[in-house]
Nanobody, 126 residues
Framework: VQLVESGGGLVQPGGSLRLSCAAS????????IGWFRQAQGKQREGVAC????????FYADSVKGRFTISSDKSKNTAYLQMNAVKPDDTAIYSC????????????????????WGQGTQVTVST
């Protein structure tokens, strides 16, 4: 399984950015993709998660109403649309896959995921 993130960069406060996570090597359709972020000097934080089969989504309170996670089954790609970004959103954003799940009741914790991408830097600044 390989996960490759793209779309990071510099964005002004209040602006938008879309991150992509291209997944390859997943042999089952029962999986979830999660987005995480880690700011310098802080612990990794779960941001959002999408269940591939039903499109169920979960969000951290810190991004609810601003970020939207989605997936394109045909491309095996998950997206994180980031709107109304703030300086506090500055971090390295990584995606991860959680295999063998057909239902979710909550945002999974980082240690539940199987595979991780390398991450992409997002900087919110003027």
């Amino acid at each position: 399984v390989q996960l490759v993130e793209s779309g990071g960069g510099l964005v002004q406060p209040g602006g938008s950015l879309r991150l992509s996570c291209a997944a390859s090597g997943l042999t089952s359709e029962d999986y979830a993709i999660g987005w995480f972020r880690q700011a310098q000097g802080k612990q990794r934080e779960g941001v959002a998660c999408v269940l591939r089969s039903y499109g169920t989504t979960f969000y951290a309170d810190s991004v609810k109403g601003r970020f939207t996670i989605s997936s394109d089954k045909s491309k095996n790609t998950a997206y994180l649309q980031m709107n109304a970004v703030k300086p506090d959103d500055t971090a390295i954003y990584s995606c991860a896959s959680l295999s063998g799940v057909s239902a979710l009741l909550r945002l999974p914790s980082p240690n539940e995921y199987d595979r991780w991408g390398q991450g992409t830097q997002v900087t919110v600044s003027t």
